[in-house]
């Protein structure tokens, strides 16, 4: 479903299109890499933040499917906070970088599973529909502790996960300060703080349902590519 | 056909090439530095080539573990990183490493998805200059090349002209040329790309839509130089434009 058909009605923020994902945000994930990821081909620890762009193809809407490849056996699916931005902010130190928050939105990341993560990989973790963005956005006056909010995961309805949003390696400040050093961010915006570790395995067939205390829910049928058909799960018009 | 968009007196205009410089849609005749250059079209998702000219590969070999004949390197840029024609650019003060990349930009005109690549050029409509600069120091090698080092504000320059598909009878003979304050530093031709338009459009197609606006920067050849503040950075493929940049330092920008 392209963006432009969600319905984010928290004027005068909307949803831009640029959907930046922090990934490896939580300790836990660099952690079960161990002494590899201070050898060959990473050879040290990330210094900055792990960023990727998800463009608008990725984009979608609870209730989407989602559609595992041909040829591969299961995706990872990860709950992450969206920080939605309104205000454009440029260089901000940890203590404005909260200013220029509208508020919150769900988020889902999801992945055809991959061991490395030395290239960008897009044609595992970008696909279409790859990155569903619930409906609502959470104004951030109402959502005061947006860094101890429980995170639930079910597949077909039985709990898989129990997290939190807090922990991260950047916070949302932080995570803001670092990006809007070398990129101006812009009302609609959207930062995901990223999925914390042990993101759920599933297979065509299953279901999958996301949850963030206070912010909201993604619920999505995992469907094989060859079942998906022509239209895919995004929905992109032709 | 070639149209840029620029701004001028106020007010957005679609411009096309004049003699005298260019001229508005409204019939308004103007010297090229009288207008702002914005990037010639809307621009939707960016998607960028690594090491898609053999030479280039060859060039970075040593700090590499790829091959020619590996998977595409592709990464996705966010079009906040873009700006025009005789546009400035930052190098960050302390930075060793900070280099330009004349790439030919290949706009997407149609709606594609699962596209063969006998089909494939049916969905390009034009094509423009691209500089993607890039920030070596601030490599790390996760998910790599990082954003900090590609999709910096205004690292990525786009334009003058959008090229129509029609006018380009052979975009995979198109003779590529940098120059940094007047000499010479890289040439190339897009008959080197290791992965041709077609092959990118059938690979990038078969696991994302590829939408009117989108824009795959195909990669670039050998000879990427570090540029200093002052430098004139001029990237030109002949026949479809010729990029003008200039390298500004932190001052500027209050750093």
Not at chain 2, 114 to 136: I, P
Request: include cysteine; charged fraction near 20%; proline fraction near 7%.
């Amino acid at each position: 479903m392209p963006l432009s058909s969600l319905q984010i009605d928290v004027p005068p923020y909307r949803l831009s299109g640029t959907v930046i994902a922090a990934l490896l945000n939580d300790p836990a994930q660099l952690d079960a890499l161990g002494k590899a990821a201070h050898e060959p081909p990473y050879k040290a620890p990330p210094k900055g933040p792990v960023l990727a762009v998800r463009p608008r193809h990725t984009l979608a809407a609870d209730g989407d499917d989602l559609v595992v490849p041909d040829g591969e056996e299961a995706l990872t699916v990860g709950a992450s906070l969206g920080v939605v931005v309104g205000r454009t902010v440029c260089r901000a130190d940890d203590a404005a970088a909260m200013g220029c928050v509208a508020g919150y939105v769900m988020a889902a990341e999801v992945a055809v599973p991959l061991a490395s993560h030395y290239r960008p990989a897009v044609r595992f973790i970008a696909r279409d529909g790859y990155c569903p963005l619930g409906t609502r956005v959470v104004p951030a006056e109402a959502l005061p502790q947006p860094e101890s909010l429980a995170v639930r995961i079910e597949v077909d309805g039985t709990p898989v996960l129990t997290g939190t949003t807090g922990g991260r390696l950047r916070g949302i400040a932080r995570l803001i300060a670092d990006v809007s050093d070398f990129m101006t961010l812009r009302p609609g915006d959207v930062l995901l703080l990223g999925a914390g570790h042990g993101a759920p395995r599933v297979r065509a067939g299953q279901t999958v349902t996301l949850h963030i205390d206070g912010v909201g829910r993604l619920h999505h049928r995992v469907v094989a590519e060859s079942v998906a058909g022509s239209a895919g799960a995004s929905g992109v018009p032709a | 056909m070639k149209t840029a968009r620029v701004a001028h007196a106020g007010a957005l205009h679609t411009a096309v090439p004049h003699v005298d410089g260019v001229q508005l849609a409204d019939g308004r005749v103007l010297p090229e530095d009288a207008v702002v250059w914005l990037p010639p079209f809307e621009v939707g998702t960016v998607i960028a080539l690594g090491l898609n000219y053999a030479d280039h590969v060859k060039e970075l070999s040593k700090e590499l573990t790829v091959t020619t004949k590996d998977e595409p390197l592709v990464f996705f840029k966010s079009a906040s990183s873009l700006i025009g024609h005789r546009g400035q650019t930052r190098r960050p003060a302390g930075v060793a490493f900070m280099h330009y990349e004349c790439e030919l930009a290949v706009v997407i005109g149609r709606t594609a998805r699962k596209v063969e690549r006998t089909q494939a050029m049916a969905h390009v409509a034009g094509y423009t200059v691209c500089n993607d600069y890039a920030v070596r120091d601030h490599l790390e090698n996760w998910y790599r090349p990082n954003l900090r080092v590609k999709n910096r504000d205004g690292g990525t320059v786009l334009g003058p002209w959008l090229v129509d598909a029609a006018d380009v009878p052979d975009p995979h003979a198109l003779t590529l040329r940098t120059s940094v304050n007047g000499r010479v530093t890289q040439q190339g031709n897009t008959a080197d790309l290791i992965n041709d338009i077609p092959a990118l459009i059938e690979y990038l197609s078969g696991f994302m839509t590829l939408q009117a606006g989108d824009v795959i920067l195909t990669g670039t050849p050998d000879g990427v130089v570090n540029v200093d503040v002052g430098d004139e950075v001029i990237t030109e493929i002949v026949g479809i434009g010729r990029l003008v940049n200039t390298i500004v330092g932190d001052e500027p920008f209050g750093r």
